[in-house]
């Protein structure tokens, strides 16, 4: 194999905007970064997700196709 091929893969420090901290692997040339949302934080993986629905289509569509799905 040819020497120097290979990016250098170290630990990266990822910082969280709601404070949560965690060590992954980049090949990124930084060694710290920060990002705005992470698992600890994000409405999917907390459960407190919510369905945004203003025009009522979520409804709708229940009433017309719900019991389809039903068993």
Known sequence: MKP???PDYHDV????????QFTTKSA???EAFS???CSECH???TGKQKIVDS???VDKF???FG???KR
Do not use: A
Request: proline fraction near 3%; glycine fraction near 6%.
């Open 62 to 64: 229940n009433q017309k």
């Open 43 to 45: 409405p999917f993986y």
């Open 13 to 20: 420090q990822v910082s969280c905007s709601c404070g949560n």
């Open 55 to 57: 025009t009522g289509r």
């Open 28 to 30: 990124m040339s930084k």
């Open 67 to 69: 019991n389809m799905f």
């Open 4 to 6: 120097n091929t290979h």
């Open 35 to 37: 990002i705005e949302v």
